[in-house]
């Protein structure tokens, strides 16, 4: 069985942040396998289900950003499972909007949230899907490119996403949802090669 973890905040305050990009892919997640979030359990607003013929948990940290770990600490408690079988989704500020990146392991890259999660876990070694939120522009070449601007503070990540942007946002769930079963029916490697170096799909 899969735990498939999105971090953010609880509390319709912070519902369309940037920082609860994870708890908006859990959510498209649910909704796409009729999977409905409503038990509180393990620190969590959670559900069992089936993606694509495969048990999972999917869950939302009732902890804020700061102590997810201590939800995914209690999921590993509760359902006992390996570093494997875990999938976190989170915001990350160095990739621009509409951006996904899929890793099978590695660091915090400066994320508090996943910086709770390796600390009590005391493991990196589980599968993670960066969710991009850096604002973005198009230079003069129409590349699109990064704005230039002290994006990372906490007023910024806490902030809203525009009315222009939650079309990009909705796509983006969608194509981590896409990722999800990719990684369900053919492993992290081969989302990897699927997903990583095509933000199209």
């Known amino acids: 069985m899969k735990i498939i973890v999105g971090l953010g905040n609880p ?7 940037r920082h609860n990009v994870g708890f908006k892919c859990i959510d498209r997640l649910a909704q796409l396998s009729d999977i409905r979030m409503t038990q509180r359990r393990a620190k969590s607003l959670m559900a069992t289900g089936t993606i694509s013929g495969k048990e999972v948990i999917l869950a939302k940290p009732k902890t804020y950003m700061n102590l997810s770990g201590q ?12 570093f494997s079988d875990l999938i976190v989704i ?29 600390n009590l876990m005391g493991s990196q070694d589980f599968t993670r899907i960066r969710v991009g939120i850096a604002p973005v ?33 909705k796509e983006m769930c969608n194509r981590v949802a896409k990722a999800v079963t990719c990684i369900l029916d053919d492993g992290t490697a081969a ?11």
């Open 137 to 169: 522009t198009t230079d003069e070449s129409g590349n699109t490119v990064i704005v230039a601007q002290n994006t990372k503070t906490p007023d910024y990540v806490l902030s809203n996403f525009t009315s222009k942007e939650n079309d990009v946002v």
């Open 90 to 118: 989170y915001d990350d500020l160095d990739l621009a909007l509409g951006v996904i990146r899929i890793r099978e392991r590695g660091g915090a890259g400066g994320h508090n949230g996943m910086k709770s999660i390796i």
């Open 191 to 201: 989302a990897m090669n699927s997903f990583n170096n095509n933000n199209s799909k």
């Open 11 to 17: 509390g319709s305050g912070y519902g369309n942040s």
């Open 71 to 82: 939800a995914v600490q209690s999921l590993f408690a509760k359902f006992r499972p390996s």
